[in-house]
């Protein structure tokens, strides 16, 4: 049985995005043309206070799409910028988004970008441990 080697990143943010349902899919396009590789969609039911908002007396819907998004540190103002705008979230009642440092991440790096991180013509962050 061969030896196997966990490659950690360090780099690592993710960003959470809480929206009404039937947004997600513009945020995650948004998302990607800002240079995000994927994103996981789930649905989801808001609990909270229920109470209409701004002069237009909109009501606050239940259910919820969720939108994770794992992204390098270096991209993660950009991508988070721009799935903001995409979902019009400085408008009341359209969700919320946030960014988490992640301390350590792992999934699968091909053989070919490893070989080039330990042949130096790849230069990995600072953190990240091979």
Known sequence: MSKREITVLTDVSMITCIV????????????????????????????????????????????????????????????????YIAGELDTPGMGFIYMTKLDKAATHIPQEILEKLEAGEIKPAPNDRL
Do not use: S
């Open 20 to 83: 009404q349902r039937g947004i997600a899919d513009k945020i995650v396009a948004a998302a990607h043309e800002a240079g995000a590789t994927g994103a996981t969609i789930y649905f989801a039911r808001g609990e909270g206070v229920r109470e209409r908002l701004g002069i237009l007396a909109l009501a606050v819907e239940a259910e919820k799409e969720v939108i994770i998004v794992a992204v390098a540190d270096d991209q993660a103002d950009h991508i988070f910028e721009r799935m």
